[in-house]
């Protein structure tokens, strides 16, 4: 392991020259932070040192040597009176001697392409703790694979990891990527730089590990050949939210695999999920997404499938929650609507969804209506209304040349039980419109 210095409360005293005051509190159990103090970081480890009871911090031991092409990760562990440990990568502060050689975030450093060599400093509530990294240029000659089980079944998940070995003699972090050379139907890498595979069905596949030495040649590993098990018994397909699902809402869906052994396993990033129709419903991973549905309700089957098995769920997609509705003429008026003797007025609904969004020709389950205690009197076999939003008026009306009638006219939305269908605030979905009849 390259050189590194570790800290302790009591060098800090020491080389600090604390005042007598200051020691005493810390002999309270209160940790200063000190040197170049005052920033929000500096405060916030204090609190943190303080409430954990860190008393000295350390870095774990590592090779201290990075590739230039790769990464090395720090781990920065601080110790109480008791000597239990607390990990500190994310709360401390690092620093680099030389930026040109990469970078550092929560202990990870990663190299920037070059070689030398630099010291990491790793800063936490006034203590401090310094070490050497090597960044090698060393050529990589061989990569070997070991996975973490000897198989996996299938529609789990199987990692791997991969040792790049160097002209030095070392083994490094270094960039490799993953790939499957047989039986890619039965398992893929979701992301190819990390060893983790998805299966979905059982057999054998073949991986490799591969990466570019420093000529830019591509070093692959032995072909590791590895078993799925054929293990899967049945799956279940079920949702977080109803079945009956509005445009526009999502909801979350878990296929849950049975295996042989009794055992129950969540396996619905493995798996494939398809809707009938397609259509109606967006799939992106595990949440769906009701889309093009109907007021009646459209019938969608989802169904979730993995290692030979599948599961259903029976959905049915429905328009967007209506808001209110308005009655407007066939040219979208709604002020001064007459119709004269002998002519027609085709009505229709615009309806206003909770989002705002509109249907101008909104026709499902109205109920159209002259209201008589709100108009003139009138011959109902001379003026009509008929379901579809259709006024008549008779030529034999005979209206006198200076006289009018008034008419209110009622448009409801009715359920399948025929009442009065309300929206998410208790309101009825109803609206009225006066027109004239003119001679």
């Not at 309270?28 to 103090?37: F, H, T, V």
């Not at 979350?252 to 052994?261: E, H, P, Q, R, S």
Request: with cysteine.
């Amino acid at each position: 392991m390259r050189s590194k210095s570790p800290l302790t409360l009591a060098t800090l005293i020491n080389t600090k020259r604390i005042s007598l005051a200051i020691v005493l509190a810390l002999g309270s159990g209160a940790l200063i932070s000190c040197g170049g103090g005052g920033d929000s970081a500096r405060v916030a480890q204090t609190v943190d040192a303080s409430k954990n009871g860190v008393t000295r911090i350390e870095l774990e031991d590592n090779e201290g040597y990075a590739h230039f092409k790769g990464t090395l990760q720090l781990n920065l562990n601080g110790r109480n009176s008791e000597n239990a440990l607390t990990n500190l990568n994310s709360k401390a502060s690092w620093k680099l001697s030389d930026t040109s050689l990469g970078s550092i975030r929560n202990g990870l450093f990663t190299a920037a392409g070059k070689p030398g060599e630099l010291i990491v400093t790793a800063e936490y509530a006034g203590l401090s703790t310094t070490q050497n990294i090597i960044v090698s240029d060393a050529n990589l000659i061989s990569i070997s694979v070991t996975p973490a089980n000897s198989s996996v079944d299938e529609c789990k998940n199987a990692s791997f990891t991969a040792n790049a070995l160097f002209d030095n003699g070392l083994t490094l972090e270094y960039p490799l990527t993953w790939a499957i050379t047989e039986g890619a139907t039965l398992a893929s890498f979701n992301d190819d730089t990390k060893g983790e595979l998805s299966t979905k069905n059982s057999g054998t596949v073949s991986i490799v590990a591969r990466g570019k030495n420093n000529s830019d040649e591509t070093i692959s590993s032995p072909v590791l050949n590895f078993p799925i098990n054929d293990s899967l018994v049945s799956v279940a397909l079920r949702s977080d939210k109803t079945l009956n699902m509005r445009e526009g809402e999502s909801a979350t869906v878990t296929l849950t695999g049975t295996y042989n052994d009794n055992s129950t396993a969540v396996i619905t990033s493995n798996s494939n999920l398809t809707a009938a129709p397609s259509a109606s419903l967006t799939i992106e991973g595990a949440k769906i997404t009701a889309k093009n549905g109907s007021y009646a309700g459209t019938d969608v089957v989802l169904t979730g499938s993995c290692g030979g098995q599948s599961g259903e769920l029976d959905l049915v997609i429905l328009k967007k929650q209506i808001k209110s509705i308005e009655i407007k003429n066939s040219n979208g008026g709604t002020d001064n609507l007459s119709v004269t003797e002998g002519g027609n007025l085709d009505l229709n609904i615009t309806a206003t969804f909770a989002d705002d969004s509109t249907d101008s020709n909104y026709d499902y389950n109205v109920n159209w209506s002259i209201v008589d205690s709100k108009s003139d009197d009138f011959d109902d076999d001379l003026i009509t209304l008929d379901q579809t939003g259709k006024l008549s008026v008779s030529g034999d009306l005979d209206l006198a040349l200076n006289q009018q009638l008034k008419l209110v006219v009622r448009a409801e939305v009715r359920d399948e039980n025929d009442k009065v269908v309300t929206n998410a605030q208790g309101q009825q979905l109803v609206d009225e419109i006066n027109i004239v009849v003119r001679p």
